[in-house]
């Protein structure tokens, strides 16, 4: 079986977003950008379910300009055997993606998609759940625990209140949540000899998808600062600024 | 120009976050109806609640055991006719509305906007980016409007003097049904009040040290009847379940009041209750990011602090 699994290049987790002067977006020039650790954990999973005999191939694909393929050089290092971009806008909207990841899951005759349930970016969390409805695949979200024997995925997903476990029958999508596994670092040899391997470009026309914007970012802005607090000295103190002052407690 | 609100339930009660959903849909342009998928056995009592929610003008019951449990797949294809006939499909953005409507959106092929805090015009909205560090305002272009709303943007709904029309529709089998199995469901069960609505919220991080040491939390927790939430690494080192989470990924709170306890305050942990009214922290590094953002500071090993705090409150 091959696992797709989408990575993308975001804003490094330890890097605090700034917003542009002129309010258009978020700085991404020059500040360190990571792959997204929801799609790193996917890969992971990939792996491991390669060396556990349960995938043949882990193909990786991201979706957007050339600076993207760093992502892609990253996962080869790690493990991922295939990798490809869809040379589109990196702000590409979440359903043209899934349009693109669907044909080319179906291209790549994909048995399952394994990714992260969201870009740390954008925050959007739809990608996973738009693929699996255009291709009319079951889907588990959000999932902290996977078995995969055979045909069949035994997902735990993480709910609002707990956990969830559902039998998945493959080919289905899967998002994956922060404890589903520790992703691995790259050697130093693998990531010298990723540099080797040759990614190959996809253009969104070859697979009948029309790039299209239906959403527009008119602004972006900082949100409200909070105001500096106070010190207390003590949790006696404390409890009496929230009782009598506050009175909320 | 109308809105078909999706409403959440946990087969007994209407779930709160779907009240502060109705609340932005009340701010879009046209009548209001909601829809309810249930089991059988669980729809009336769910149904006459939200019927009694203020702008719900009808009320569409979709009546099938597979709705016992979470069935997103079932639920999107059951929704794609009725959806057709709104400007705007709305739900909360909770772990069931971030899991369906972009199953839905994408059957209709239309574009979603999630998480949205800001109703600013027909087409326009705002919401946060990047964990909150950046707020949006975003223009849709598209015929239909999938929304998913951030719930502690937007007060609950009141109720209404006249009840909404409740109309029951059948569901034609559909072939979406065998995708996947339900196992089980491993629910925490707690007598405190949910997480997310809550008027006071009182949460450990890492510095906890140990599961055990939960239980000095708790305690203030039940003498402020709040609700205990965690930091992710408190999750992760296993102190407390998955579903005390705080955070960009986790749950996102707004209480009148949150106390973050040995929590150093990662982008990711402010990200899910950097709204709140009041907060307080408790730590015994000066230099933890949480006092940045913090009302009260106590500079404190929470060791010594949590006893103290407890004492005074007796």
Not at chain 1, 89 to 104: D, F, G, M, R, W
Not at chain 1, 217 to 224: F, N, R
Not at chain 2, 36 to 65: M, N, T
């Amino acid at each position: 079986m091959k696992v797709l699994v989408p990575i993308k290049r975001v804003l490094d987790a330890y890097v605090t977003a700034r917003v542009k002067p002129d309010n258009s977006g978020v700085v991404t020039d020059n500040v360190k950008m990571s792959i997204n650790p929801f799609c790193e954990i996917a890969l992971e999973q990939a792996i491991r379910l390669r060396e556990q005999g349960q995938c043949d191939e882990v193909i990786v694909a991201t979706i957007g300009e050339q600076r993207a393929e760093e992502v892609l050089r990253t996962a080869l290092a790690v493990g991922a055997d295939k990798a490809m971009r869809i040379d589109a806008p990196n702000q590409t909207e979440p359903l043209v993606i899934a349009k693109l990841l669907k044909a080319l899951a179906q291209k790549e005759q994909a048995g399952l998609c394994l990714m992260g349930k969201q870009a740390i970016d954008s925050d959007n969390n739809q990608t996973g759940q738009m693929l699996a409805a255009l291709l009319g695949w079951g889907q588990a979200t959000f999932v902290s625990k996977l078995e995969v024997q055979g045909k069949v995925a035994r997902a735990t997903r993480e709910i609002d209140g707990g956990l969830q476990i559902r039998e998945m029958h493959l080919p289905a999508v899967i998002t994956v949540d922060l404890r589903l596994n520790e992703p691995r670092y790259a050697s130093l040899p693998n990531i010298m000899k990723a540099r080797k391997i040759p990614i190959t470009v996809i253009q969104p026309q070859s697979l009948g998808v029309e790039v299209v914007e239906r959403l527009k970012i008119l602004s972006v802005v900082e949100p409200p600062k909070r105001e500096t607090g106070i010190e207390v000295e003590s949790a006696t103190q404390l409890v009496n600024l929230l009782k009598n002052k506050e009175k909320i407690i | 120009m109308s809105v078909l609100l999706i409403a959440e339930h946990d087969g007994e009660t209407l779930a709160r976050a779907s009240q502060s959903a109705l609340r932005a849909a009340s701010l879009l342009k046209g009548d209001i109806t909601a829809v309810i998928a249930a089991a059988d056995e669980q729809a009336q009592k769910i149904a006459e609640k939200l019927a009694s929610l203020k702008g719900v003008k009808k009320l569409l019951i979709i009546k099938d055991q597979r709705f016992l449990h979470e069935d997103a797949e079932a639920l999107a294809a059951t929704l794609v006719p009725i959806a057709q006939n709104f400007k705007y499909i709305v739900v909360a953005a909770t772990g069931y509305g971030k899991n369906l409507m972009p199953r839905l959106a994408a059957l209709i092929d239309k574009q979603q906007v999630s998480d949205i805090i800001e109703v600013l015009a027909e087409n326009r909205f705002r919401r946060p980016i990047y964990a909150g560090n950046a707020i949006a305002t975003i223009e849709s272009s598209d015929s239909i409007i999938p929304l998913t709303v951030r719930t502690t943007a937007f007060e609950p709904i009141e109720e209404q003097d006249q009840p909404a029309v409740i109309e029951e529709i059948k569901i034609v089998e559909d072939a979406e049904h065998s995708l996947a199995e339900f196992i089980e469901e491993k629910l925490s069960s707690s007598e405190r009040p949910e997480l997310t609505s809550a008027q006071i919220v009182i949460s450990g991080g890492r510095g906890m040290q140990a599961s055990e040491n939960f239980q000095m939390i708790e305690k203030i927790a039940d003498k402020l009847k709040a609700a205990v939430g965690a930091s992710r690494a408190a999750v992760d080192a296993g102190y407390v379940t998955n579903d005390y989470q705080v955070g960009q990924t986790g749950k996102i709170v707004a209480p009148e009041l949150y106390i973050a306890v040995g929590i150093s305050g990662a982008i990711q942990h402010l990200a899910g209750m950097k709204d709140s009214k009041i907060i307080v922290a408790i730590n015994k590094d000066p230099d933890a990011p949480i006092f940045r953002i913090a009302d009260y500071r106590l500079v404190e090993d929470l060791f010594v602090a949590l006893p103290e705090f407890a004492k005074a409150l007796e």
